[in-house]
């Protein structure tokens, strides 16, 4: 029990009252509720021994159709029942009604203990100053409160404010947790609604009533358009608690009402939660520009919450009042298409985030700070900037597109070391955007605006090791946003190398072919060739594609933009093989495709892994600490048959979650003693009665929820390492160990039970957790083997490698796997380890260990890439295959037409159609494109001249 989260024991006790089972039925179409309750009866027919209870909802009161309904579900077999109802022809989907749950902080913690019955969690904001401390400690530096004129004094709002510019005729939604009547703050309160079923629109909390007024406070702690039209959504109760129904109801008004910019100051790491996801992409395209936090849940990396962290959503992290990075602002990559893929590139933008001063409830003002308050100043300042269009313009040039647009190309880099996995594209500035808006024809662009692999530390992990030949892709994963509609269409891109280095590297693309709601992906692959073996230097090149939206109201002609941004890529000679290393990411499964609990299993506070177990993620730093010592660390996201182990010194397996196809498991036996190719294994924890104590019952999905496997899946991990007779035993061992003057945790891992005659292995003085008050014991935990040509070496815990764990570097292991891996490259076990191990003379047989056996309860097979059910595996997947795009060298022109781009903010990337065509498609003349270049130019200067007489 003393391994139960305070989040999991809360909701272990609510199971007792835990509501009906509510689930969102969603329809092919909008529909009455007098349309919808004749569907009903269908559905009830349709479903003879189930029991349908159609709920109440306050939107039922609406003269506006829906696309939905909450319906109570009573079955024997409550999962055979949902399949079936999915089956309805008049019914596209059934989810669970999930529930999430906030907490004011009113002090801060180092992190949340957000209950685990809403998936949808991140923390709120926070008050006072000596609070937010304690989030930057490790900055070794307190934070200063902001200058005591307002954040919209600080953004320079006041500029806008002598022109006329105010928010006028901007309809903003604030989605939080209500307002009360007639708050001296503002003066254009259009409409509270409440979706909670509470019957009040007051906010008990004042989270809701701080967020309006950073958007619209006309009094005291101005906002930053305080003439703006506000629509209060209560979406929250006095208890903070929702629903995913009460936020669709909600969405689908704002929708019908024609709201032009939301703010969403919630998130969480559930970006499978469909119902929510698919109505983000539909409000989005209904033109509505929606704003959210990326989260309080930094400074580790892959905590982006959703919906911040969608293609459509202006994702906002946040800055202190120096302009460096905050360390609660949560950091990317996103997590949506790993393994195999990468993440995209998020936060969006960051502005200010800590001591801002906002309306309190009652009255006066308050301070509060987090990336929910760092949301809604950016939704003001998308308010205000939108009042500077004319309004017979808005609907041309006004969208989530092409406002991202003008805030990330306006924004100013950090001053600090931050990356663009931290601050996105830097932070705001109003002003400049203002300018770039008051110019602005639709258009489409990618995001990042190059890929530059020399821009350190920006670009960092990307820019910490250079291509070679040999290596695998590096892979980028771009956004295209589409500035001309919802919907566009993208041709093949071209690729256009510089001169003479055509030879050097491939390049494929993979992208939407389709860009809907406005915007859509681009995956960049570099490869080294051959003839790069021995090259050290930079290639670059540009990349050209076109995009094309349906024409305009007043037009036939389809819309057409043409993107051009630069690719460079630092070269290195092809590095000795024993210094390769070959990370297997291809094997993690997290949170939220099913229960995998966190590895650390005295970490109370976070009982999930969510963070993506990746190597730009939660790994990050111990891919650092690699590269730093000299190796060359690649990513794999296929199995091991789509890899060749002549280009590797070692498989670094970490913390792995899937199973093992025995295609792979053959492969790497062969790789290792026939190629000399050396596998090093970091485990993890893996006990079925720690499992068990670790079951929930979830409120949004209605069932007892079981963790699918241990901190690791030590039984796959078995029956790879079988061949060399190393077997890990089932437990959950902790404590530290030390070898001379070195120092590491072991948090919660297993043991070595079984190794054969020549293994070395290592044993530190730890206690059992599954057996709570045991005494420390020796417990192997370290096994090192030479098998013909390569080496094996396990080590029991990943948690001393992983960010997640919050080690100081006093118990971190970095140095261990440093160790390990000279044993790995080498074969000599280094004199540190060789005066602890013992060197077996007959096997290691410890059969007071239990050997691990799979839990009943997991169905780990209904997320697994390998299972296809319990028994039985799916087929083993085909290779990652790229197309390689056809160089095509036309030199200097075209540097020369994307450096008019750059200096131009590419404004005149609408122009010319039938030229930049002939461009994209590689049949262009030198002549053609020195004018394109000149009109670029012109057009630059002609709108320089027009914003200089501007009085901004």
């Known amino acids: 029990a003393s391994l139960l989260s305070a989040a999991l024991l809360a909701l272990l006790a609510a199971a007792q009252s835990s509501a009906p089972h509510d689930y969102v039925l969603v329809y092919r179409e909008y529909m009455s509720l007098a349309e919808r309750r004749a569907a009903r009866v269908l559905i009830a027919d349709f479903s003879p021994g189930v029991v349908l209870e159609f709920q109440p909802r306050a ?184 629903y995913t129904s009460w936020f669709l109801d909600a969405l689908n008004y704002a929708i019908f009402i024609h709201i032009d910019v939301i703010n969403l100051s919630i998130g969480g790491p559930d970006f499978l939660d469909e119902p929510f996801v698919d109505k983000v992409n539909e409000l989005t395209a209904s033109r509505v520009i929606l704003v959210s936090a990326i989260g309080n849940d930094g400074p580790l990396f892959g905590t982006l919450n959703n919906p911040a962290d969608m293609n459509n959503v202006l994702g906002v992290g946040g ?33 200010y985030s800590t001591n801002i001063r906002g309306s309190h409830f009652h009255h006066g003002c308050r301070s509060l700070s987090g990336t929910s308050v760092a949301s809604p100043v950016v939704a003001g300042v998308v308010s205000l900037l939108a009042s500077v269009v004319p309004l017979e313009d808005r609907s041309r040039l006004i969208n989530p597109a092409s406002v991202k647009q003008v805030l990330i190309e306006s924004a100013k880099r950090l001053p ?37 692999t020399t821009d350190c530390p920006y670009m960092g992990p990307y820019c910490t090791q250079p291509l070679h030949y040999g290596s695998q892709p590096l892979i980028a994963n771009m956004t295209i946003l589409n500035g001309m509609g919802a919907l566009g269409w993208v041709a093949k891109p071209a690729w256009y190398p510089d001169p003479g280095v055509a030879s050097l590297i491939d390049v494929g693309f993979e992208y939407s072919a389709v860009l809907w709601p406005w915007a859509g992906h681009l995956v960049v692959r570099v490869s080294a060739r051959a003839s790069a073996v021995s090259f050290s230097g930079t290639v670059q090149g540009v990349v050209v594609l076109n995009v094309t939206s349906p024409p305009l109201a007043d037009s036939e002609e389809l819309q057409s933009s043409t993107i051009i941004f630069r690719v460079v890529i630092t070269i290195a000679p092809r590095p000795p093989r024993e210094f390769r290393i070959l990370w297997d990411q291809r094997h993690s499964l997290s949170y939220p495709s099913g229960f995998f609990p966190r590895d650390a299993l005295r970490d109370v506070v976070d009982p999930l892994d969510w963070h993506g177990d990746h190597p730009y993620t939660n790994f990050r730093t111990t891919l650092a600490a690699l590269r730093a010592a000299g190796y060359y660390v690649d990513i794999l996201g296929e199995s091991y048959t789509c890899f060749d182990a002549r280009e590797y010194g070692t498989l670094l397996i970490v913390d792995p979650e899937d199973y093992f196809f025995q295609e792979e498991i053959d492969k790497l036996r062969s790789d290792v003693d026939e190629l000399g190719l050396s596998v090093v294994v970091f485990a993890d924890w893996y006990s079925r009665a720690i499992m068990a104590r670790l079951k929930f019952f979830d409120d949004n999905t209605h069932n007892w929820w079981y963790p699918e496997t241990g901190g690791a899946n030590i039984i796959a991990l078995n029956e790879l390492l079988a061949t060399w007779g190393i077997m890990l035993a089932e437990g959950a061992f902790s404590g530290n160990y030390a070898l001379g003057n070195r120092q590491a945790a072991y948090l919660s891992g297993s043991s070595i039970r079984k190794a054969p005659v020549g293994a070395a292995v290592i044993s530190a003085l730890l206690t059992d957790d599954d057996r709570p008050n045991s005494r420390s014991e020796l417990t192997p935990i370290i096994a090192m083997l030479k098998s013909g040509a390569g080496r094996v070496v396990v080590h029991g815990d990943s948690g001393c490698l992983d960010d997640a764990s919050r080690l100081t570097a006093s118990g971190r292991c970095d140095w261990m796997l440093d160790m390990l891996l000279s044993f790995a490259r080498s074969g000599e076990i280094p004199t540190a380890l060789l005066q602890v191990a013992n060197q077996l003379q007959e096997p290691l047989a410890l059969s007071a260990l239990p050997q691990p056996e799979p839990a009943p309860e997991s169905t780990l097979h209904l997320y697994s890439r390998v299972l296809f059910n319990r028994t039985h595996t799916r087929p083993l997947p085909g290779c990652q295959r790229t197309v390689w795009a056809r160089p095509l060298v036309v030199g200097d022109d075209v540097l020369a037409l994307l450096d008019a781009h750059e200096r131009g903010r590419n404004v005149t990337q609408t122009v010319m159609h039938a030229s930049v065509t002939t461009i994209a498609e590689g049949g262009v003349s030198s002549s053609a494109l020195v004018l394109l270049a000149l009109f670029a130019l012109l057009s630059v200067a002609a709108i320089y001249i027009h914003l200089r007489r501007q009085s901004w």
Not at 154 to 167: C, D, I, K, P, V
Not at 327 to 345: H, I, N, Q, V, Y
Not at 438 to 450: D, H
Request: aromatic share 8%; with cysteine.
């Open 59 to 242: 939107s039922d009161e609406l003269p506006f159709p829906s696309d939905f309904d909450v319906v109570s579900v009573t079955a024997p077999l409550l999962e055979d029942a949902i399949a079936h109802l999915s089956r309805h022809p008049r019914v596209r989907a059934v989810h669970a009604n999930r529930k999430f749950t906030r907490r004011l902080q009113e002090s801060v913690p180092n992190h949340d203990t957000s209950d685990c019955d809403g998936r949808r969690q991140t923390k709120w904001s926070w008050e006072n100053e000596t609070d937010t401390r304690a989030w930057t400690a490790s900055r070794r530096k307190l934070l200063r409160a902001l200058p005591q004129e307002s954040i919209t004094d600080s953004l320079e709002a006041e500029e806008l404010w002598r022109l006329g510019f105010s928010g006028q005729g901007v309809r903003v939604g604030i989605f939080d947790t209500g307002l009360r009547e007639n708050h001296p703050h503002f003066r254009n309160v259009a409409s509270r609604t409440d979706w909670t079923g509470e019957g009040s629109v007051d906010d008990t909390v004042g989270h809701g009533t701080f967020v309006a007024g950073v958007v619209a406070s006309s009094s005291q702690c101005l906002g930053f358009a305080p003439d703006a039209e506000l629509h209060v959504f209560r979406v929250f109760t006095s208890q903070q608690t929702s």
């Open 319 to 351: 800055i202190t009042p120096e302009a460096h990075m905050a360390a609660f602002s949560s950091r990317g990559m996103t997590l949506w298409e790993l393994p195999a893929g990468m993440g995209r590139f998020k936060p969006d933008v960051v502005t």
């Open 416 to 452: 600090d070391a931050s990356t663009i996995f931290e601050q996105g594209q830097g932070r705001i500035d109003l002003i400049e955007a203002a300018n770039l808006l008051m110019g602005y024809a639709p258009r489409a662009s990618i995001v990042p605006p190059s890929l530059d």
